[in-house]
């Protein structure tokens, strides 16, 4: 479906099916599109928008799920996703695109075909403001299709991910001369494709709370990861490198008091993200 077939279904009626928590009613959110804007966060408002990001992952009064249909959609496409992951390997996971995962889900039957109404839904999630659950990030990859072009990428030893050739591999270089060992890639690119797992991963654990999910992970067309940015750790330290704790490791506070470390998401941002210390923004790969 082509970019001007999907917006003729989402104006017949079809856009994500939503629905939005408040302290007495349930209520669908209409709309399609809306404008991708930051929040306009009034001063009595503010502490109430902090408590959100900082408590990114508890459910909040306005937050928005998924309705029962949709919710349907989303575990049916994630399992495909699962599967998927299982025949191309971890690796090329992360890079694999849209048009050759739905080439691969046809041809292998242990992942099985993507439906019309996954299809749909996948479309429809990625094409929807994300500002109408919560994250007011910019979109960097815009369409659907966009593929990561491989010739410009290049494979990390001993980490299993990715990173683009030009700044992105020469930070990461810069910052191992200096740690050596004790810093690891954790994250590096990341296709649309491996963003809808992680999102829609972290949406069903948040039971289908769109909002939660997008506290924690940009959704899929959202993230830095898919032209530039990727994650560090502290090695040793595991789950911590994607917890506050990340701030007490060595590797932050070298790279801190060396300026490496212009996050993408610093705490309390005006973004609705959590605060990631382990993200590097990179900004561009040329």
Do not use: C
Request: glycine share 10%.
């Amino acid at each position: 479906m082509n970019r001007r077939d999907f917006l003729k279904v989402a104006t017949v009626g079809s856009a994500l099916g939503l629905v939005t928590v408040t302290k007495t009613v349930s209520a669908a959110v209409t709309g399609f599109p809306m404008p991708q804007v930051r929040p306009k966060v009034k001063d009595g408002d503010l502490d109430d928008y902090l408590q959100k990001v900082r408590q990114f992952d508890e459910d909040h009064v306005g937050d928005v799920y998924f309705d029962e249909y949709n919710w349907g959609l989303l575990k049916s496409s994630l399992e495909r996703f699962v599967r998927m992951q299982r025949v191309v390997g971890h690796g090329n996971f992360y890079l694999l695109d849209f048009d050759d995962a739905l080439q691969l889900a046809k041809t292998y039957p242990s992942v099985g075909e993507f439906t019309i109404p996954e299809l749909n839904f996948l479309e429809t999630l990625f094409y929807e403001q994300a500002a109408i659950y919560g994250f007011y990030g910019e979109k960097p990859l815009k369409n659907l299709t966009d593929r990561i072009p491989l010739r410009e990428v290049v494979k990390v030893p001993d980490s299993g991910n990715y990173l683009y050739r030009g700044k992105p591999v020469e930070t990461f270089e810069a910052i191992r001369k200096i740690l050596g060992p004790e810093v690891i890639l954790t994250s590096g690119v990341r296709s649309v494709i491996k963003q809808f797992y992680l999102f829609l991963n972290k949406a069903y654990v948040s039971g289908g709370n769109l909002s939660r999910a997008s506290r924690s992970l940009a959704p899929p067309g959202y993230s830095f990861h898919g032209i530039s940015d990727f994650d560090v750790g502290q090695a040793g330290f595991g789950q911590h490198n994607f917890t506050e704790r990340f701030v007490t490791s060595n590797v932050y506070k070298t790279l801190r008091g060396l300026g490496y470390l212009t996050l993408r998401y610093p705490r309390d941002n005006l973004l609705g993200v959590r605060f990631e210390p382990w993200h590097i923004k990179v900004g561009t790969r040329v």
